[in-house]
């Protein structure tokens, strides 16, 4: 299990809008307001974020049905990991989060300024999906270098893996507590800003398709180009 540390996103003003819902071209063409509050929340909410990655590699003992059973005891289940990490004989964990500072800001100018407190709130999602990018390509670099191949990055609340199902499941095999996160009653992760990702290696899986592919809005989401196949 490792805590890393010390993350540079690459963040800007159009992942800002983005991560608020928001098409930076049309913003910019017709709503400039909202533009120059990405610009304020870019610059004073960056050092409120502390991004943090929980890390743990754990071999895969055998494959039964739609089930993952691992070498540390948990399990991991559903037809989105089977599909992808049925050759696989390591996973890698991962808990990504950017701490509660982001938040707590967020919460104190919702009372304020609703808009700057939705800019804020935009820079926080735009940096832990930075920070999962960011980790994914740290563990793909790691297993190209021992001569492995590694799934795409999966997450619970992707088709085929429910929230409520993958969810326990990733948690039951780190310790959350570490990065100071933990999961409520109704199964959300607090502080907010906090995902979960799961990458099978091997020599037998490959990294095909992408994310957006199994995401539950894929029919609607306007950002599916964004992304490109891994």
């Known amino acids: 299990m490792e805590v890393l540390r010390d993350w540079s996103l690459p963040l800007d003003v159009d992942r800002v809008l983005r991560g608020e819902g928001a098409d ?4 910019r063409a017709r709503h400039p307001r909202i ?3 990405a610009e ?6 960056l050092p409120l974020l502390e991004p943090l990655v929980l890390r743990r590699r754990v071999g895969v003992r055998k494959v039964i049905h739609q089930r993952l059973e691992l070498e540390a005891g948990g399990r991991l289940s559903g037809p989105l990991i089977a599909a ?3 050759g696989a004989g390591e996973v890698v964990l991962m808990l990504c989060t950017i701490g509660p500072r982001l938040e707590a800001r967020v919460a104190e100018w919702m009372d304020q300024d609703m808009a700057y407190a939705l800019a804020l709130d935009g820079l926080g999602s735009a940096a832990v999906e930075a ?3 960011e980790a994914t390509l740290a563990v793909e670099a790691q297993a190209a270098a021992q001569g492995l191949n590694t799934t ?4 619970p609340g992707m088709v085929g893996w429910p929230v409520e199902v993958g ?5 039951a095999l780190l310790e959350p507590e570490r990065v100071g996160v933990r999961l409520t009653e109704s199964g959300m992760m607090v502080p907010r800003k906090s995902l979960t990702l799961v990458l099978g290696l091997g020599r037998e899986v490959s990294s095909r398709g992408r994310p957006c592919d199994y995401c539950n809005l894929r029919e609607i989401c306007r950002y599916q180009d964004h992304y490109p196949p891994v």
């Open 152 to 155: 795409i990055p999966l997450s």
């Open 167 to 171: 969810q326990p499941q990733v948690l």
């Open 35 to 37: 533009v120059a509050m």
């Open 40 to 45: 304020r929340a870019l610059k004073e909410g």
């Open 131 to 133: 920070l999962a990018n």
């Open 24 to 27: 930076p071209g049309v913003m």
């Open 84 to 86: 992808h990490m049925g």
